[in-house]
């Protein structure tokens, strides 16, 4: 059974940072990219940024570029996402993803992660 657990959420001030974990269980973790995402109150959910299945590539959105730092663990089945210089508009819960199609090793469009965490909320505020 595919299972994805998020951590590291929390209150935290302007210009402050974070390290989001999400733990993988169920499936050969180090076959796929995997995706991180948020959504915002009254916001749809987007997509954060991406990491391939051996760590070679990634993908940021706008928005966090420059700022935040995704990495993986495969031996550990441990993704991260390292958030720094946070803004009160990162504000949201972050999910961790997984492509639906067997073996996705490269980041594909977001609209191609179909399974997802729980997550766990971030927010940012003085």
């Known amino acids: 059974q595919l299972q994805l657990v998020e951590s590291g959420g929390g209150l935290v001030q302007p210009g402050g940072s974070l390290r989001l974990s999400c733990a993988a269980s169920?499936?050969?973790?180090?076959?796929?990219?995997i995706g991180w995402f948020r959504q915002a109150p009254g916001k749809e959910r987007e997509g954060v940024s991406c990491v391939s299945s051996r760590g070679g590539s990634t993908v940021y959105s706008d928005s966090v570029k420059g700022r935040f730092t995704i990495s993986r663990d495969n031996a550990k089945n441990l993704v991260y996402l390292q958030m720094n210089s946070l803004k009160p508009e990162d504000t949201a819960v972050y999910y961790c993803a997984v492509p639906g199609r067997f073996g996705t090793w490269y980041c594909p469009g977001w609209a191609d992660f179909d399974s997802w965490g729980q997550g766990t909320q971030v927010t940012v505020s003085s």
């Open positions: 169920g499936f050969p973790l180090d076959y796929y990219a």
